[in-house]
Nanobody, 125 residues
Framework: QVQLVESGGGWVQAGGSLRLSCAAS????????MGWFRQAPGKEREFVAS????????YYANSVRGRFTISRDNAKNTVYLQMNSLKPEDTAVYYC??????????????????WGQGTQVTVSS
């Protein structure tokens, strides 16, 4: 079992920055692929960024590439999402996830092992 707790969400003006954190506890964090996903009102949950445990390779949705950076600190059991140049369309609840099997999340997000409770990010224009 893995427990995930997100923090760092809030309100920011367009062009601003926020850093989300996801603290993990439970099973071996370093062996899980980690990802950030988001869900805006009335929309499906979508992939934002992911980082593999075996290589620390990172992947991004086209909508955030170049603005967001995912990273992990296995010693602290924490994964981060640095969000810069935020836009109103980035407004959503952001969820952290842990997955024992790496998937191409651009094709779907079903089957992910663990989810956090989410943290709200609001970007005003």
């Amino acid at each position: 079992q893995v427990q995930l707790v997100e923090s760092g969400g809030g309100w920011v003006q367009a062009g601003g920055s926020l850093r989300l954190s996801c603290a993990a506890s439970g099973r071996i964090f370093s062996r899980y692929n980690m990802g950030w996903f988001r869900q805006a009102p009335g929309k499906e949950r979508e992939f934002v960024a992911s980082i593999r445990w075996i290589s620390s390779s990172t992947y991004y949705a086209n909508s955030v590439r170049g603005r967001f950076t995912i990273s992990r600190d296995n010693a602290k059991n924490t994964v981060y999402l640095q969000m810069n140049s935020l836009k109103p369309e980035d407004t959503a609840v952001y969820y952290c996830a842990a997955d024992s099997t790496y998937r191409d999340y651009t094709k779907g997000i079903s089957g992910i092992d663990y989810w956090g409770q989410g943290t709200q990010v609001t970007v005003s224009s």
